[in-house]
C-alpha cells in the first residue's frame, strides 16, 4: 500500500509539472474548421475495412489484449479513450497512473475551456505533454495511425462499433516504471 501512494504521488508531482506553461499550437497542428474523422470505409480507421490489423469479435478474454469497453460512468464520448483507458487497466499498478491522467486532462480543460470529450485537443496538445515519447508513440503506431488535427467524433458512438477492427490486439509496450 506504501509503495502505492508513494508511486501515486510522484504522478502527481510529474503531471503538475509545467501546468502554469502557456499551451500553444502555433506550428505543430495547424487548426482549422472542423473536419470529420475519415468515414467508416476508410482503410486505417478503426471502424472500417481492415482497420490496424486487429482481430474481429470481442477480443481475447483476460488482461493484456485491448479490450473495446469502458465503464459507463465515463459516458458516451469517452470511445476514443478506450485503448488508452485499457492499457492503464490492465494492471493494478497502472491504473492510479490513469487516474491522475484523466484528472490532469479535466483540469487542462476547465482551464483553457475545452470540452471533457475532445479527444483530438487531449490527443494533439494534452498527451505529448503528459506521456513519455514512447507511450506516446507506441498509441500512435498501434491505436491512432488514422488521428489528424482536424478529427471529430460523434459523442454517441459505441467503443465495441468504433474499435471493431482493434479488438485483440495485445498490448505489447513495456518500459521502466518512469515512462508512463
Known amino acids: 500500500m506504501k509503495k502505492k501512494t508513494i508511486i501515486a504521488l510522484s504522478l502527481l508531482f510529474l503531471v503538475g509539472c509545467g501546468k502554469n506553461d502557456p499551451i500553444t499550437t502555433a506550428g505543430r497542428y495547424p487548426y482549422g474548421p472542423s473536419v ?40 458516451p464520448g469517452f470511445y476514443p479513450w478506450a485503448p488508452i483507458y485499457g492499457f492503464y487497466q490492465q494492471n493494478v499498478v497502472l491504473q492510479p497512473v490513469f487516474v491522475v491522467l484523466w484528472s490532469g486532462w479535466q483540469n487542462y480543460c476547465n482551464q483553457y475551456r475545452v470540452p471533457i470529450y475532445d479527444f483530438t485537443t487531449f490527443w494533439y ?30 459523442p454517441y458512438s459505441a467503443p465495441e462499433v ?19
Open 125 to 154: 496538445n494534452y498527451s505529448p505533454q503528459v506521456m513519455s515519447p514512447q507511450l506516446y508513440g507506441y498509441f500512435a503506431n498501434q491505436f491512432y495511425p488514422w488521428m489528424n488535427p482536424y478529427a471529430t467524433f460523434s
Open 162 to 180: 468504433f474499435w471493431q477492427n482493434y479488438s485483440g490486439i495485445p498490448y505489447g509496450y513495456s518500459c521502466a516504471s518512469g515512462c508512463y
Open 36 to 75: 470529420p474523422a475519415p468515414s467508416p470505409t476508410y482503410p486505417g480507421f478503426p471502424g472500417g475495412y481492415g482497420g490496424g490489423g486487429g482481430y474481429p469479435g470481442t477480443g481475447y478474454p483476460g488482461g493484456g489484449y485491448f479490450q473495446p469497453n469502458y465503464p459507463a460512468s465515463y459516458g
